[in-house]
Every structure is written in C-alpha cells, then in structure tokens.
C-alpha cells in the first residue's frame, strides 16, 4: 500500500506572526497523526518572510512534542550550509528525543541566495560540490566510525534514516549509488520527474539501509467541499510562486477570487509548469488525480503540501486528501486481490 504524508513550510501568513506559524505548525502536526498521516516534514529555507522552518531542528522538536506516534523529519536540511557533525548532533538529540520517529532528508540547494549563504558563515569552498562527501561524513558519525576521530555526542547510533532529495537527475544518481531513500520535489519542480525516478530504479544499489528502491514524490492538495471554494484556496500559493519568481517574496497571503484569471499568460503558464503536480477540487477531484499520479509514478509514498491561508482551511483540505488517498488505495488493493 502506498504511503502518504504531508510536508508543511509553516507559512507566516500575512498579518500574522513566525510564533503564530509555529503554534499552527504544532497544531497541524497532530491533527496529521490523528488522520493517520505516516510523517510529517519541514524544510530548511532562509531568508524567507513568509516560511518559519529556517530553524529546522528546532522547530522538529516543537513538532515532536506536540505529536506522539507519527514520524518527524527534514525534508530537507540543506546540508551546504552545515558541517556534517553538527547535523548529526542535532538530529542524535532528536532522535534521543523521540526514538525511531525522526527522518533525515538531505538537499544539496543552499536553500537560500548567495548572500544568505554567505551570512550562515559555513566555509563555501566546497559547496555543493561536497554534497557526495558531506553525506557519508554524516553517515559515518551516526554510524559511529572510528576513523573519524570524534564521536557525534548525541548522534552516535542514533537511529535516523538518511534520505537523499532532489529536484533534478543529480539526487536520483547520487541516492541510487548510496542506496538511500529517494524524495523528489515534483510540487514545484516537475520537469525531470520521470526521468529521475527511472535512473534511480535502474541505477539502485541496495545497502545496509535499504534492499530495494524506494521513491517519494511532493503532491500539491487544495481541497475543500466545494470545487470553487478549493480553487480559492490555491490562489495563496499561487500569489506566492508569482511574488517568488518576481523578486518580491513575502508572508502569505489572503486567497483573492479570480487571481489566476487575472494574470498575464506568462504568469498563468509558469504556474501551470511549477504546479503541474497538483490537484484542486473536492474529494473525488483528489482521488480522481491521485490514482493518476501513482499510477504514472509507481511512487512507493507521496508526500502532500499546499499553502492555505485559513489554518482550519487547511486542515479540513488535508483530511478531505487522506480520505481521498485511501480511498485510492483500497481501490487498487481491491483490484490486486486474487
């Protein structure tokens, strides 16, 4: 059966502030587990007005004391701007934390602009060029290897599964030759995602993690009861991507009636590139462009997001996906039986 979880980039919503999208983060987080979401992840950016996660570990743990049973994690940490001893540190207290909960996943993006990268002061030399090295370093302080010369206090033994993220074929080849989980980010960057899931199945070399190849992909879900009411919601991320991609990034804001209607063509055709892998509408809208997705993918697990300004908007949007998604699931179950 496929799994299903959900990636929240904790929104500062306009009017509001990072405390409140903290305090909502928390709140989200139990109400996924409540729904039966497999895990939950937050994703490092920086020098974003509207995002609250720059703190990842931190805001982990936020989460993890509001939940009891679902899995926590990076999706991801950017990890050019650390050294891999101090992710292991960090993600070894969050695993003596909450054990066998937390999840690892590693992007080579700075998540940020040059000048942001810059002011982290990590030793940019490197970069991600490093990434390969960087990610075996980190695996062998939570392996504990003595060659190392310093022990990751926590994070020797810790339990925490490394994933590799990716947005272009470079993360497919790069999990494939370590054997990792593969996590793409097909919610905003879709273009390579065929060809990367073929590579990384074609090219998977099992390893002491993981026998067999096991991929997941970022779907969009703005669902409501309504379908007009769902094509409201999306016009936050919409207004997001459309400031993004103009230079004027900003906390989130209200939905607006008609706003996608109301772009030039050039606006209306790169959204309808960035959020290709999405779906907008009620509950058999969502199941309707699930089946599809899975059965276009063969994805082992998606992971859901979606920017809704209304915090209860956006919980009743995820439950409406988690109701569509096993509806899906027992559907091809169903169909798989002898």
């Known amino acids: 059966m496929t ?53 990842t570990a931190v805001v982990l743990a936020h989460i993890g004391h509001a939940t009891s049973t679902i899995r926590i994690g990076a999706g991801g940490i950017m990890l050019p701007n650390h050294a891999p001893l101090v992710i292991a540190e960090q ?33 940019l030399s490197g970069g991600a060029d490093q990434f390969p090295r960087d990610v075996m370093e980190l695996q062998a302080f939570f392996a504990g290897d003595e060659r190392l010369g310093i022990e990751a206090t926590p994070g020797a033994g ?43 199945r074609r090219d998977f070399r099992p390893s002491a993690q993981l026998k067999y190849p096991y991929v997941m992909a970022g779907y969009n879900v703005f669902a409501a009861d309504d379908a ?10 919409q207004q997001a991507f459309v400031r993004l991609r103009t230079g004027q ?26 959020l290709s892998v999405s779906s907008i509408g009620t509950q058999a809208d969502v199941e309707r462009d699930i089946a599809a997705f ?14 809704i300004f209304d915090p209860a908007a956006r919980k009743r949007s995820f439950a409406i996906a988690i109701a569509a998604a096993q509806a899906v699931d027992a559907r091809e179950l169903a169909l798989s039986a002898p």
């Open 3 to 55: 799994r299903f979880s959900l990636l929240d980039l904790v929104p500062v919503r306009e009017g509001d502030s990072a405390a409140t999208a903290l305090a909502n983060a928390a709140d989200l987080a139990a109400h996924a587990e409540a729904l039966g979401y497999h895990r939950l992840w937050v994703a490092e950016h920086h020098g974003m007005p509207g995002i609250a996660s720059a703190a």
């Open 91 to 123: 993600f070894g207290t969050l695993d003596a934390l909450f054990p066998g909960r937390v999840d690892l996943g590693l992007g080579r993006a700075p998540g940020s602009d040059q000048r942001v990268a810059q002011a982290i002061r990590r030793n």
């Open 158 to 200: 810790a339990d925490v599964p490394i994933w590799i993220l990716g947005s272009s074929l470079y993360g497919a080849q790069l999990a494939a030759a370590l054997g990792l989980p593969y996590a793409f980010a097909s919610h905003f960057a879709p273009a390579a995602l065929d060809e990367a899931i073929a590579i990384y």
């Open 228 to 237: 007009d009411e769902a094509q409201l919601l999306a016009s936050s991320m």
């Open 249 to 274: 990034p900003g906390k989130l804001q209200p939905p607006v009636e008609g706003y996608f209607d109301s772009l030039p063509m050039q606006a209306q055709a790169m959204l309808a590139d960035v």
């Open 294 to 307: 899975l059965r276009r993918t063969q994805a082992d697990e998606l992971i859901l997001t979606g920017q």
